[in-house]
Antibody
């Protein structure tokens, strides 16, 4: 079955960097687009970024553009999110999610990893 | 930016029908889906492509989309359906979520 396992979260000071990973299994990772979505404590879902199948096309939410970088290693079945210049508003649970076959929907989600930006 | 508007909360009695709306410009021409999120859990896709249900989602969940409004309908609502529900669509190559609706079954 499809499994997505995020890791790399933790407490980080404002202005610092952090890299999240998402290990995928149970499907052919290299044939699906992948997303990062976050959820601040007590708030709704906020889409963060998407990468295409081969990683050549990427898009970002305005709130993270220029600071976050989404990438993937299809040989390792792993999705990444490099987060730079973090601020307190980036505090959230970060989920990786698999795009469905059509590319329009997110059909499987990981359990999330918590990132806390605090001094 | 493209905004999706959902009511913050909806209440329904057990066994009754719950309807949750999602409004956005020309939403009927967009690729809309719905997610269910229970406390402490990850979101689950419950409706996609306007009205299709993924495997394992009960038949009581249905969807519609026309004009500027998409609607998630839960027929014969059960206590286990109490959750937050989010609609999702696209703005060019960007994913957009609605603000979420808390469904209370009482």
């Amino acid at each position: 079955q499809v499994q997505l396992v995020e890791s790399g979260g933790g407490v980080v000071q404002p202005g610092r960097s952090l890299r999240l990973s998402c290990a995928a299994s149970g499907f052919t990772f290299s044939t699906y687009g992948m997303h990062w979505v976050r959820q601040a404590p007590g708030k709704g879902l906020e889409w963060v970024a998407i990468t295409s199948i081969e990683g050549s096309n990427k898009n970002y939410a305005d709130s993270v553009k220029g600071r976050f970088i989404i990438s993937r290693d299809n040989s390792k079945n792993t999705l990444y999110l490099q987060m730079n210049s973090l601020n307190t508003e980036d505090t959230a649970i970060y989920y990786c999610a698999k795009g469905d076959i059509s590319g329009w929907y997110l059909d499987y989600w990981g359990q999330g990893t918590l990132v806390t930006v605090s001094s | 930016s493209y905004d999706l508007t959902q009511p913050p909360s909806v209440s329904v009695s057990p066994g009754q029908t719950a309807s949750i709306t999602c409004s956005g410009d020309k939403l009927g021409h967009n690729h809309v889906c719905w997610y269910q999120q229970k406390p402490g859990q990850s979101p689950v896709l419950v409706i996609y492509q306007h009205d299709k249900r993924p495997s394992g989602i009960p038949e009581r969940f249905s969807g519609s989309n026309s004009g500027n409004t998409a609607t998630l309908t839960i027929s014969g609502t059960q206590a286990m359906d109490e959750a937050d529900y989010y609609c999702q669509a696209w703005d060019s190559n960007i994913v957009v979520f609605g603000g979420g609706t808390k469904l209370t079954v009482l």
